[in-house]
C-alpha cells in the first residue's frame, strides 16, 4: 500500500508500503516506513519523540533532524 503523508505528522504511523510526501515533512511521532520515503521538499525530525525509521531508501530535498532517523538503505539529497 503506498500512502501520501501530509506536511506534518504528530501521530504514530506505519506505512505498509511506499510513502510520499508532497512537500516537506515535520514529523514530531514515530514514523516507519516499511518501503521507501520520498519526499519533495525537505525532512524535519523534530525530537523528542520523533523517531523515523524507513527500510527502504529515504530521498528529500535536504534532512534536519533532532530526532533519530534511520534508514536500511540509502539516504539521498535531491
Known amino acids: 500500500m503506498d500512502a501520501v503523508l501530509d506536511a506534518s505528522l504528530s501521530k504514530a504511523t506505519v506505512v505498509t508500503g511506499n510513502a510520499k510526501a ?19 521538499g525537505f525532512l524535519y525530525d523534530c525530537g523528542p519523540d520523533s523517531t523515523i525509521v524507513v527500510l ?23
Open 22 to 40: 508532497p512537500g516537506s515533512l515535520l514529523v514530531t511521532c514515530p514514523l516507519l516506513v516499511l518501503g521507501d520515503l520520498e519526499v519533495e
Open 56 to 78: 527502504g531508501r529515504c530521498v528529500a530535498q535536504g534532512l534536519r533532524t533532532s530526532g533519530n532517523t534511520r534508514s536500511a538503505d540509502a539516504m539521498t539529497e535531491r
